[in-house]
C-alpha cells in the first residue's frame, strides 16, 4: 500500500497552506531527509522534508495550489515491493458509461440551481413563506418553458395592463430585465396568471425601459441590491497604467491580523524623547573591545536589551489579554520586527532580559538573515510577549506602531538626530530619537505604561546599566 505524504502543519495555528514548489518528480527514488516541497505558509515559504523511504508515484497536489487543507494528501510514495507507476485517475481506470451520463447533465442541474438560489435570495427579502413557494413554483416554469420552447412553446398570456399596478414576474426576470434595460410591461408572460418568467424575455427588445420615476417602490427596492454592487473589472479598466498583483498568504494574513488589531484591541499611545549620546558612546567602545571576535553591535540590539529589561522591572506591561483571563509572563521574549520582500515578519529573541547584548547582536544578525532568506522555523518566529519596530535606519522621526496580537504591546523606535536639548539643566545640541509605545489598554493601564517608557528611557539615557 502505498504511503500518503499529507499536507504538514508547520506552525500551531495554520490550517492551510500553498503547495508552492516540488523539488521532486515522479518516479524519483527519495529517502529520509530529502527535500520534497516548498510550502507557503502565512509567514515564510518552507520546506518539507521526506521521513519515508521509496520512489514518488504520484504527485496528487499540482505546484502552486493554494488553500491545500493541513492533513490533505499531497503525494504518494511507493514502497520496495510496489509498483511506482503513477495512479490511474479513477475516470481512467474504470470507464462507465452510466456513471458518465449523470456527469454530462451536471452542468445543467448546477445552473439550474444557481437560477433557484438567486431567485430564493430575492424572494426572501420579502419574509413570506408563500412568496418563497410562489418563487419556487415561477423558477420550476422557467426551467419547463427553457426546456419546452423549442418544441412545444406554450401560448402566451396577455401582459398585465401598466395602470394596474405592478407587472407580475419572477424575481429571476425581473433582475435580468433590468439588467438588459427591457420595460417588463411589454412582455407578454408565460407563466401562471400571465407571469412574467426568464423564458419570456428571449424575444423582448431592450431599450423599453420605464423612466426611472415611473418604477413603483417595490421595483426600486428589489433592484437597489444589484444597482448597489460594485463592478468588479473597474480596476482593469482604468486609464492608468497599472498591474494587478495577486497577494501571497503572508500579505493576506499581515491584512487580517493587523486588520483585527485596530479593531478588536483599543490602543493606547505614549512616547518619549530620549537622549542617545552615552548610548552611542558605549556601542562604539564595546564594538572596539569585540572586534577580535567578529561581532559588532547596532542601535537596535541595544534596544531590544533595554526593552527586555524595562519588561522585567515593569511587569504590569510583560502580559497578555487573553478574554476573561490575564497571562503574565516571568521572562522577556522580543520580537524583532524585519521587513522581508513581500511583506514583514516577527523573529523572537528568547530570553532576551538574561541575554548578554553581543549574544542578542549575533542571534538577531543569525535571525534576520535566514527571514530574509525564507529559512525561519515556525518555533522562531512565533510567541513573544512584546515587539520592537525600528524605523529610525529610513529617517522616520517617530510613529505609532500597531500592536501584534496576542501580546499586549510594541515599541516603535525613530530616528536619532541632534535636536535641540536641555543637558545638565542647560540648553545644548545632542543626539535624540522619540520612542512611543503602543499598550493594549484591556490589560495594561495608561500609568503602567508610563512606567516602562520611563524605564526604557533611563536604561538607554545610562546604558551601563544594561551592563550589570
Same mark, same amino acid.
Given at each position: 500500500m502505498p504511503i500518503e505524504l499529507k499536507m504538514p502543519a508547520l506552525s500551531p495555528t495554520m490550517e492551510e497552506g500553498t503547495l508552492a514548489k516540488w523539488l521532486v518528480k515522479e518516479g524519483d527514488v527519495v529517502k529520509s531527509?530529502? !527535500?520534497?516541497?516548498?510550502? /507557503?505558509?502565512?509567514?515564510?515559504?518552507?520546506?518539507?522534508? *521526506?521521513?519515508?523511504?521509496?520512489?514518488?508515484?504520484?504527485?496528487?497536489?499540482? *505546484?502552486?495550489?493554494?488553500?491545500?487543507?493541513?492533513? #490533505?494528501?499531497?503525494?504518494?510514495?511507493?514502497?520496495?515491493?510496489?509498483?511506482?507507476?503513477?495512479?490511474?485517475?479513477?475516470? /481512467?481506470?474504470?470507464?462507465?458509461?452510466?456513471?458518465?451520463?449523470?456527469?454530462?447533465d451536471a452542468p445543467k442541474a448546477d445552473a439550474a440551481k444557481a437560477d433557484a438560489k438567486d431567485a430564493d435570495k430575492e424572494a426572501g427579502s420579502a419574509g413570506s413563506p408563500a412568496a418563497s413557494l410562489e418563487t419556487r413554483n415561477a423558477e420550476q416554469k422557467d426551467e419547463a418553458a427553457a426546456k419546452g420552447s423549442e418544441s412545444a412553446p406554450a401560448a402566451p398570456a396577455p401582459a398585465a395592463p401598466a395602470g394596474e399596478g405592478r407587472v407580475k414576474a419572477s424575481p429571476l426576470a425581473r433582475? !435580468?430585465?433590468?439588467?438588459?434595460?427591457?420595460?417588463?410591461?411589454?412582455? *407578454?408572460?408565460?407563466?401562471?396568471?400571465?407571469?412574467? +418568467?426568464?423564458?419570456? !424575455?428571449?424575444?423582448?427588445?431592450?431599450?423599453?425601459?420605464?423612466? =426611472?420615476?415611473?418604477?413603483?417602490?417595490?421595483?426600486?427596492?428589489?433592484?437597489?441590491?444589484?444597482?448597489?454592487?460594485?463592478?468588479?473589472?473597474?480596476?482593469?479598466?482604468?486609464?492608468?497604467?497599472?498591474? $494587478?498583483?495577486?497577494l501571497s498568504g503572508m500579505r493576506k494574513t499581515i491584512a487580517r491580523r493587523l486588520t483585527e488589531s485596530k479593531q478588536q484591541v483599543p490602543h493606547i499611545y505614549l512616547t518619549v524623547d530620549i537622549q542617545l549620546d552615552a548610548l552611542?558612546?558605549?556601542? %562604539?567602545?564595546? &564594538?572596539? =573591545?569585540?572586534?577580535?571576535?567578529? $561581532?559588532?553591535?547596532? +542601535?537596535?540590539?541595544?534596544? +531590544?536589551? #533595554? !526593552?527586555?529589561?524595562?519588561?522585567?522591572?515593569?511587569?504590569?506591561? &510583560?502580559?497578555?489579554?487573553?478574554?476573561?483571563?490575564?497571562?503574565?509572563?516571568?521572562?522577556?521574549?522580543?520580537?524583532?520586527?524585519?521587513?522581508?520582500?513581500?511583506?514583514?515578519?516577527?523573529?523572537?529573541?528568547?530570553? #532576551?532580559?538574561?541575554? %548578554?547584548?553581543?549574544?542578542?547582536?549575533?542571534?538577531?544578525?543569525?535571525?534576520?538573515?535566514? *527571514?530574509?532568506?525564507?529559512?525561519?522555523?515556525?518555533?522562531?518566529?512565533? %510567541? %513573544?510577549?512584546?515587539?520592537?519596530?525600528?524605523?529610525?535606519?529610513?529617517?522616520?522621526?517617530?510613529?505609532?506602531a500597531v500592536i501584534n496580537p496576542p501580546q499586549g504591546m510594541i515599541m516603535a523606535i525613530g530616528a536619532g538626530e541632534k535636536r535641540p536639548y536641555i543637558v545638565d539643566g542647560k540648553l545644548d545640541v545632542a543626539t535624540v530619537m522619540s520612542a512611543t509605545g503602543s499598550f493594549d489598554h484591556r490589560a495594561i493601564d495608561g500609568a503602567d505604561g508610563a512606567q516602562l517608557m520611563a524605564a526604557f528611557k533611563r536604561l538607554v539615557e545610562k546604558p551601563l546599566g544594561m551592563l550589570a
Open positions: 531527509g530529502d !527535500l520534497l516541497a516548498e510550502i /507557503e505558509t502565512d509567514k515564510a515559504t518552507m520546506e518539507f522534508e *521526506a521521513v519515508d523511504e521509496g520512489t514518488i508515484s504520484q504527485l496528487v497536489v499540482p *505546484a502552486g495550489t493554494e488553500g491545500v487543507k493541513v492533513g #490533505a494528501v499531497i503525494a504518494l510514495i511507493a514502497g520496495e515491493d510496489e509498483d511506482a507507476a503513477p495512479a490511474k485517475k479513477p475516470a /481512467e481506470a474504470a470507464p462507465d458509461a452510466k456513471a458518465d451520463a449523470p456527469k454530462a433582475r !435580468l430585465a433590468e439588467q438588459q434595460g427591457l420595460d417588463l410591461a411589454s412582455v *407578454a408572460g408565460s407563466g401562471p396568471n400571465g407571469r412574467v +418568467v426568464k423564458a419570456d !424575455l428571449a424575444n423582448a427588445k431592450p431599450g423599453g425601459a420605464k423612466p =426611472a420615476e415611473a418604477t413603483s417602490a417595490p421595483a426600486k427596492a428589489e433592484a437597489a441590491p444589484a444597482a448597489a454592487k460594485p463592478a468588479p473589472a473597474a480596476s482593469a479598466a482604468s486609464p492608468i497604467p497599472h498591474e $494587478v498583483s495577486k552611542l558612546k558605549l556601542r %562604539g567602545e564595546l &564594538n572596539s =573591545a569585540l572586534e577580535s571576535r567578529g $561581532v559588532k553591535l547596532s +542601535v537596535n540590539d541595544l534596544l +531590544v536589551k #533595554a !526593552l527586555a529589561l524595562s519588561l522585567l522591572e515593569v511587569p504590569a506591561c &510583560n502580559v497578555q489579554f487573553a478574554g476573561d483571563t490575564l497571562i503574565s509572563f516571568t521572562r522577556a521574549d522580543i520580537s524583532v520586527a524585519v521587513s522581508i520582500p513581500g511583506g514583514l515578519i516577527t523573529p523572537v529573541v528568547v530570553d #532576551a532580559g538574561t541575554k %548578554g547584548i553581543a549574544a542578542i547582536a549575533t542571534e538577531i544578525k543569525d535571525l534576520a538573515g535566514r *527571514a530574509r532568506a525564507g529559512k525561519l522555523q515556525p518555533s522562531e518566529y512565533q %510567541g %513573544g510577549t512584546a515587539s520592537l519596530s525600528n524605523m529610525g535606519m529610513y529617517g522616520i522621526k517617530q510613529f505609532e
